[in-house]
């Protein structure tokens, strides 16, 4: 069946541009999560949602990322006036339910190159 | 200091060896523990899931937690070099967030 999908797949922009990026999680999957990977890094846990509710936002990095959910379905994840260390892999993330217990499917993510 | 740390890397072994990789945490509140596999370009995958301290098995892979010395590990035997990927570990304590190490970097030569 299809699995997360993520779009695009790579993105280079200038700096202070906006962008959009966006998720298409697995469907029935209530919860979405966004991650954001630099080169060589772990995963830093950016915002999750449950259903189109964020209940929690304090993994955003600063208040030029914004993200949501419509339809309990699609995410997007927008970042406005983009600097070089936003450049990063974003990835997204869905699971059945919210919860440690169930398992996060993640998407290819979405290479963002901020020049 | 971060939440999480795992064993840098990267690890190159010979196919058959056992592999272990590591990580200590300083969160006593961590009660799930995750390990992903992460292919290059590609998003992690769930490996191994873990609740509390304990052992569990699934095939060629085993994870271990002490939860009093705070230190999970991944145990592959007879590796393969399908298993050459970056190995992630991951905790979290309650519903929605995830806290990852950095990655171990695996090449198992043949």
């Known amino acids: 069946g299809a699995g997360v999908s993520q779009s695009p797949s790579n993105k280079v922009t200038e700096k202070g541009k906006d962008v959009e990026l966006r998720c298409d999680p697995i469907s029935g999957h209530t919860a979405l999560y966004w991650y954001r990977q630099s080169l060589g890094q772990g995963l830093e846990f950016l915002i999750y949602?449950?259903?189109?509710?964020?209940?929690?936002k304090s993994g955003l990095p600063s208040d030029r990322f914004s993200a949501e959910r419509t339809g309990g379905s699609v995410s997007t994840l927008t970042i406005q006036r983009t600097q070089q260390e936003d450049s990063a892999v974003y990835l997204c993330?869905?699971?059945?339910?919210?919860?440690?217990?169930?398992?996060?499917?993640f998407g290819p993510g979405t290479r963002l190159t901020v020049t | 200091q971060k939440e999480v740390e795992q064993d840098p890397g990267p690890l190159s072994v010979p196919e058959g060896a056992i592999v272990s990789l590591n990580c200590t945490y300083s969160n006593s509140a961590f009660q799930y523990f995750m390990w992903y596999r992460q292919y290059s370009r590609k998003g992690p995958e769930l490996l191994m899931y873990?609740?509390?301290?304990g052992n569990k098995e699934d095939g060629r892979f085993t994870a271990q937690v002490d939860k009093s010395s705070k230190y999970i590990s991944l145990f592959i035997r007879d590796s393969q070099p399908s298993d050459s990927a970056t190995y992630l570990c991951?905790?979290?304590?309650?519903?929605?967030?995830?806290?990852f190490g950095d990655g171990t970097t695996l090449t198992v030569k043949p």
């Open positions: 991951a905790m979290s304590f309650n519903a929605g967030k995830s806290t």
């Open positions: 949602f449950q259903g189109n509710s964020a209940p929690d």
């Open positions: 993330a869905s699971s059945l339910n919210l919860g440690p217990g169930h398992e996060q499917y």
């Open positions: 873990t609740y509390s301290s």
